[in-house]
């Protein structure tokens, strides 16, 4: 691990972490809900899950229009995700870990590829909302990862400064976000994308497990 060298001197003040893959475990939900709507809208044929699994941390109808399909699969997709999202489950230690960093004066935010009204029930059914302070979707900025948009709201409803603090991503567009926001851009190697690809994206700092972060983190004086 390194930490950027232009790390503020007071130490990190605010963290923002991307959701699916980060802080929940929803990669079978999505691969499921995907071919579903896929069924339902395009018809028969295979649904090319693996493509739409190459777009990690992007919000749903860029992801659509990058592929070529209809936009029309938002909304069963969405439907079906709502009505799996029983199987969806905190990853491990993400609780105790956001308790930690609260207790350490630490601000925290969500900012993720889903809408926020998505990303804030799917919080809401785990305990984890009340964890954070603040949740942004993609259909809440003018334009969703990888531009810095979505980072820069976070840090401006925390009142935190780009160098006082870290976007820890599972997804290239997550470390572009946090860089294009001039923040300390963590990859977050237990996440739906694999090791090569988030190496390659140039992460300032590498973690392959969640507690990884707290060292990152110490307690605000």
């Not at 029930?121 to 259909?139: A, E, I, Q, T």
């Not at 567009?173 to 001039?182: I, K, P, T, V, Y």
């Amino acid at each position: 691990m390194g930490a950027r060298a232009t790390a503020a001197p007071d130490g990190v003040r605010a963290v923002v972490f991307d959701l699916d893959g980060v802080l929940v475990d929803s990669l079978a939900v999505a691969r499921e809900a995907f071919a579903l709507a896929y069924a339902e809208v395009v018809g028969d044929g295979i649904a090319p899950v693996e493509e739409y699994c190459r777009h990690p941390g992007r919000y749903l109808p860029e992801v659509l229009e990058l592929m070529g399909l209809p936009a029309a699969l938002a909304e069963p997709f969405v439907r079906q995700s709502n009505r799996l999202a029983h199987r969806v489950s905190p990853v491990v230690g993400a609780a105790e870990l956001l308790r930690t960093l609260r207790r350490r004066g630490i601000g925290l935010a969500v900012a993720t590829g889903r809408s926020g009204v998505r990303a804030r029930d799917l919080l809401g059914r785990l305990d984890l909302l009340p964890l954070v302070d603040h949740v942004v979707g993609s259909d809440e900025v003018p334009r969703p990862k990888p531009a810095p948009d979505i980072v820069r709201r976070a840090l401006h409803l925390l009142g935190a400064r780009p160098e006082e603090a870290l976007m820890v991503g599972d997804a290239p567009s997550d470390l572009a976000s946090a860089r294009a926001a001039g923040v300390t851009a963590v990859a977050a190697l237990w996440g739906e994308s694999d090791e090569e690809t988030l190496r390659t994206a140039g992460p300032d700092v590498v973690l392959t497990r969640l507690d990884e972060l707290l060292p990152l983190c110490p307690a605000r004086r």
